[in-house]
């Protein structure tokens, strides 16, 4: 059956640090990953979008890798500051018209 | 650009009634919305797909007749929960995709969420 695996429900990093977020996935062909950030409460806000054919998007402080072969997705938050801290979801998608199918999510914690 | 309202942002209503909770799409057209289902702790459940003048459709083990969709404009669907029981207690939040912009059709633009608490 189709799994996604975000590689821990929680991770504490020191304020400065980087943070790195694993996204792995089983029985899909996805034509392209996203990244969200959700904070408590709230909705999921979108972050970065990188397709099948892309090996690296960035913006700003995020960094965003996806192997295709390795099934692995890892998302990179440079320079890491308190105001970081939230959950941050991975989804698929196999094509355009399909909707995603989400992560459990991983809870970070940037300490000052 | 690409915001997605939703309200009520919080009901609280007693067992047996119905509720109803509109999604906005206040920038964009999205002929193609999403619902999803958050319980504590858990990620997003997608429960239907919502289509502008159609039915939706929706995932395996959600009851269509509890939980009713209506995507009458290109801007606005609405989830109606009908005969809510404590069970149906979540944190409902719906999605949407701007159908005509090509730099944004792939993403999923989410409300900030509506959280019903069935007494």
């Known amino acids: 059956s189709q799994k996604i695996e975000q590689n821990s429900e929680a991770l504490n990093i020191q304020e400065g640090k980087t943070a790195t977020l694993t996204c792995n996935y089983t029985?899909?062909?996805?034509?392209?990953l996203q990244w969200y950030r959700q904070d408590p409460g709230r909705g999921p806000v979108f972050l970065l979008l990188i397709r099948e054919n892309e090996k690296e998007k960035r913006k700003e402080r995020l960094k965003v890798t996806f192997d295709t072969t390795l099934k692995q997705s890892l998302f990179h938050i440079t320079a890491s500051q308190p105001a970081d801290s939230a959950t941050y979801l991975c989804?698929?998608?196999?094509?355009?018209?399909?909707?995603?199918?989400f992560g459990k999510g991983t809870r970070l914690s940037v300490i000052a | 650009g690409a915001v997605v309202s939703q309200h009520p942002s919080r009901v609280i209503c007693k067992s047996g009634t119905s509720v109803k909770i509109e999604c906005r799409s206040l920038?964009?057209?999205?002929?193609?919305m999403f619902w999803y289902r958050q319980f504590p702790k858990q990620s997003l459940m997608l429960m239907a797909t919502s289509n502008e003048g159609s039915k939706a459709t929706y995932e395996q083990g959600v009851e269509k007749d509890k939980f009713l969709i209506n995507h009458a404009s290109l801007t606005l669907s609405t989830l109606t929960v009908t005969s809510a029981h404590p069970e149906d207690s979540s944190f409902y939040i719906c999605?949407?995709?701007?159908?005509?912009?090509?730099?944004?059709?792939?993403?999923?633009?989410f409300g900030p969420g509506t959280r019903l608490t069935v007494l």
């Open positions: 029985n899909y062909s996805p034509a392209y």
């Open positions: 999605s949407a995709r701007d159908s005509f912009l090509a730099g944004r059709k792939d993403t999923q633009y």
């Open positions: 920038d964009f057209q999205a002929t193609t």
């Open positions: 989804a698929l998608s196999n094509s355009g018209n399909t909707p995603l199918v």
